[in-house]
């Protein structure tokens, strides 16, 4: 059995003494302070002498549950954690996971805030900023040993404090997951604690006022090159925060020393946001500086020496307020402000009257010839190139509303196109600069499946306050078919970092694969996870409903006979009190399609309590189900799907989401039988 070296590292973390621990926090010196695992799964073990908790494949199973206490804090607070990951096999398709949990009261699934699969020779660090909350809660671990045959997982510790991560004093051993970038020349170094054993440079640190006190510093003596940087680089935010950052430095330069603080975000992208002046710092100084940090972002701390004899830098106290250092005024930008569904109206949308009718917002009923819009299935989107406006050299511009300057962003949006020739470059993306004067194209269609609803997304940053532009052309009779738009939203950061980030709680696309769900019987005649059309002619989708090229579950009717069932089954979901919330997506097309319906199953009980159903064929869209339901005891959510009396009967869902808390909107009939009065009426 692989054996993790942990001797150096148990004494090396060492808290000061239990009593000193915070609720949730916890050194695993001589006990689990409470924390308590799930007899169900693989068993962790206390190592009272190396003072961890571990668990490892010695054991059958696939994971192991670590549970806090119960705990309660109206604070901002951060979790650190101290782990080690090894394991024997470099690659693994399947690696062994270390994932933290946060079970809120109230909520029935756990919300994953970090995930980490590197193995290490030695322990890591881990910080999570944990937003405030009036809801009780619960930290949970989960080490998942997957398929490697020898690995193990230790946790030295868990420290829950008040505060923001990025905040430190330097008086621990861990730095409060500060790490300095290795230079060959000129480095960070801990200054302060045993001054005999210690190349400190100053006489007291900050915090303390005392020779014992510890702080960051780095000076010039091993400087070989022009321009040599160090760099103290902060854990990585993990909540959007903004206020004012602030601490305390000190400077002695004999040369030139270049002394700035950056942002640096997930794509690698710096920003400036403080430099000091040229002039000495002899005491302890104050900074403070403006922070916004809506996306993850590191705090960079570096320090730039032009010779040998170019002096040092100190550091200690970073602080963090949510209040801004400057007296700053305006509300700050919201970016569901510049999204849109269009089912009421246009939201901050305009159109530019110049340029013609240009987008009109329609709606279409529930038919089989003709897709709604992407929202409901039977709600409002925009549509351009229609009959009223499409003539050679037509132009129609949709404007956004202002975004402000020197952001990332992302921008998603969904699209349709209906032609019977190629039209690519009928819709296109620009950036427009507040003076109008300066435009850049970011994104332009190409050749798409038709009549399918079509995720595009985009990432950008301008310096200056810029507009989002839709411009839709028809260039020629040949090349001019209808272009439709729908869910435009734009959120804070890449969207490949949006694609890295951690999954919501309780949300199922089946992208990857079944999420919570599992089947009673597994077959030809049981649910399957599709992408692109069904194989059947004149049933089922032609794409998904997340992105119009991903994936959804089904049933293939020519697999399957006349009355013949299939169950899709969620595993057991923790009860709560008060109204719960289920949103899902269903299509049902097809002159045979037979029934879908969504059950509640309560834990203890026999019967199934229907929820929700609809016979027969639907509509060619998808169409949105919501369910209003409550449940005080553990329960499980079953989607059972019958076929119909012909082969084209294909029904499917996708895109399901459990929400705490009463739905917004109400469907006003949850269960209905045969063919909606309005199918088949096209309105504009």
């Known amino acids: 059995m692989l054996r993790l070296c942990l001797l150096v590292v148990a004494h090396a973390l060492r808290l000061a003494g239990a009593a000193l621990l915070s609720p949730g926090s916890c050194a695993f010196e001589d006990s689990a302070c409470g924390y308590e695992w799930d007899y169900a799964h693989l068993p962790w073990t206390l190592h009272g002498e190396g003072h961890y908790i571990s668990v490892d494949t010695s054991y059958e199973g696939e994971k192991a549950v670590l549970s806090s206490p119960e705990l309660y804090s109206e604070e901002w607070s951060c979790i650190r954690l101290i782990y080690q ?33 590197e ?5 890591l660090i881990a910080s999570l900023d944990l937003m405030n909350s009036t809801k009780k809660y619960k930290i949970v671990l989960e080490g998942e040993m997957r398929q490697d045959k020898s690995a193990s997982i230790a946790v030295f510790e868990i420290k829950i404090t008040p505060g923001y991560c990025i905040e430190c004093d330097f008086e621990e051993n861990h730095l409060c997951g500060f790490v300095n970038r290795w230079n060959p020349n000129v480095n960070w170094f801990v200054g302060g604690g045993n001054i005999r054993n210690s190349q400190s440079v100053l006489p007291k640190d900050h915090t303390l006022n005392s020779e014992l006190g510890h702080y960051m510093y780095v000076d010039s003596v091993y400087v070989k090159h022009f321009q040599e940087v160090a760099q103290l ?29 950056y942002l640096r975000d997930t794509s690698g992208f710096y920003e400036e946001i403080w430099k000091t002046d040229s002039a000495q710092s002899a005491d302890w100084a104050l900074a403070e500086v403006d922070f916004n940090a809506p996306y993850p972002m590191e705090v960079i701390f570096e320090v730039a020496f032009n010779s040998a004899k170019g002096g040092y830098v100190a550091l200690d106290d970073i602080s963090f307020s949510p209040v801004y250092c400057s007296n700053q005024t305006g509300t700050p930008f919201n970016p569901a402000d510049a999204g849109c569904n269009f089912e009421e109206d246009l939201c901050n949308f305009y159109q530019d ?7 009109s917002r329609v709606k279409v009923k529930r038919n089989v010839y003709r897709a709604g819009d992407h929202t409901t299935g039977f709600g409002y989107y925009l549509l351009a190139n229609t009959k009223f406006t499409s003539q050679p050299g037509y132009i129609g511009r949709l404007y956004g509303p202002t975004l402000p300057g020197n952001l990332q962003f992302c921008l998603r949006f969904y ?32 050749d798409s499946p038709k009549g399918v609803w079509t995720q595009a997304e985009i990432s950008f940053k301008k310096p200056m306050p810029c507009k989002v532009v839709f411009v839709s052309w028809c260039k020629s009779f040949w090349d001019c078919g209808l272009v439709a738009l729908d869910d435009v939203s734009l959120s804070l950061g890449s969207c490949q970092a949006a694609d890295l980030s951690l999954p919501n709680p309780g949300e199922c696309t089946f992208e990857k694969d079944e999420c919570v769900f599992t089947q009673k019987k597994r077959g030809r005649g049981s649910w399957h996870r599709r992408r692109g059309p069904t194989p059947t002619s004149y049933t089922g989708p032609k794409g998904d409903h997340t992105t119009g090229v991903g994936y959804y579950m089904y049933i293939e009717a020519s697999d399957m006979v006349y009355g013949q069932r299939a169950y899709l089954v969620s595993r057991s979901l923790s009860g709560t009190s008060g109204k719960q919330c289920l949103t899902f997506f269903y299509h049902m097309y097809g002159a045979g399609t037979g029934l879908l319906s969504v059950y509640l199953k309560k834990e203890g009980d ?5 929820l929700w159903r609809r016979t027969g064929e639907q509509s060619i869209s998808w ?27 294909d029904t499917a869902i996708d895109d ?24 088949n009426e096209i309105e504009y």
């Open 233 to 261: 680089i902060s854990p990585k935010t993990t909540a959007p925060m903004s206020g004012c950052l602030s601490f305390y430095y000190q400077l002695k330069q004999e040369s030139s020393i270049v002394f700035t603080v």
């Open 623 to 649: 169409l949105r189900g919501l369910i209003e339901y409550e449940s005080d005891r553990n329960y499980q959510i079953i989607f059972e799907a019958i076929r119909g009396v012909s082969i084209r009967s």
């Open 415 to 446: 699209y349709a196109l209906y032609g019977f020739f190629k039209m690519s470059g009928t819709l296109a993306v620009y950036i427009f600069e507040e003076n109008h004067v300066v435009q850049e194209k970011i994104w332009s269609v190409l």
């Open 656 to 679: 399901i989401l459990f929400q705490a808390g009463p739905c917004l909107e109400v469907e006003e009939i949850q269960f209905s039988s045969g063919y909606p009065d309005s199918l």
């Open 85 to 117: 990951i090894a394991t024997t096999s470099e690659t693994s398709p399947d690696p062994t996971r270390l994932n933290l949990y946060l079970r809120q009261q109230g909520e029935s699934f756990d919300r994953l805030l970090w995930s980490a699969k």
């Open 606 to 610: 026999e019967e199934e309590i229907p």
């Open 119 to 123: 193995p290490s020779d030695s322990w």
């Open 353 to 359: 009257h110049k340029d013609g009718p240009g987008w």
